[in-house]
């Protein structure tokens, strides 16, 4: 079972800045926050990840609150083709426990 | 350009009538693993492998085969498809494992009649 929620769906403006959170309240002390997106059937392409710093780069930040429960990943200037399923998973950063995707957010930017 | 490759792309079969889905990275990744994706279940791990010559079950492996000879293949072997296996299916591969960046081939859709 996927161990976070997230919203089904969101919308966004163009250009605007696209903020999709995610609860993770059980989450352990060596489990990462790992983002990916998932384009109309494409194959899910990998995002950013984080444990407890706030982190970034070219593609998006991601915001986690200081007691590690829930996480914000932000893009900042959303455009069409950012248009996708968005997964957040937790999980520990060595070993081979597979990635769970969930039902993740359906983002639709809007011109 | 730096990508996992699968083939085919799209694959209608009949059932029992063996079949091989090919994967292939040029990343030097030692780590590798198939995924199907059913609307409603999310993506399920059906095998990986850390290395050549070193494979194990995921979530969903059953009337699944994998090999790993080389380094950079990676196929998904289905002895007697069966309805059931209709699905996406994904092939991925990262440096090292899990914890790092997975990449992603483009899908492979196939259908069992």
């Known amino acids: 079972d996927a161990k976070t929620t997230q919203p089904p769906s969101m919308d966004c403006a163009e250009g605007r800045a696209a903020n999709l959170p995610c609860n993770h309240s059980?989450?352990?002390?060596?489990?990462?926050v790992y983002w990916y997106r998932q384009i109309h059937s494409q194959g899910p392409q990998y995002i950013i990840h984080g444990l407890k710093n706030n982190e970034t780069n070219e593609m998006a930040s991601l915001i986690i609150t200081e007691d590690r429960k829930s996480s914000t990943l932000i893009l900042p200037h959303a455009t069409l083709r950012d248009t996708a399923v968005y997964y957040c998973i937790v999980r520990p950063n060595s070993g081979n426990t597979p990635l769970v995707f969930g039902k993740g957010t359906r983002l639709s930017v809007i011109a | 350009e730096a990508q996992v490759t699968q083939n085919p792309r799209y694959l209608i079969t009949v059932t029992g009538k063996k079949l091989t889905v090919t994967c292939s990275q040029n990343?030097?990744?030692?780590?590798m693993s198939w995924y199907r994706q059913d609307p409603g279940l999310g993506l399920r791990q059906i095998y990986y492998s850390m290395n050549v010559e070193v494979t194990d079950k995921g979530d969903v492996p059953e009337g699944y085969k994998v090999s790993r000879k080389e380094k950079r293949n990676f196929p998904l072997i289905l002895e007697s498809p069966s309805p059931n296996q209709t699905s996406l299916y994904f092939c991925a591969s990262s440096l090292r494992g899990l914890g790092e960046k997975l990449f992603f081939g483009s899908g492979t859709q196939l259908s069992v009649l």
């Open positions: 990343m030097n990744h030692e780590y």
């Open positions: 059980t989450i352990s002390g060596n489990e990462y």
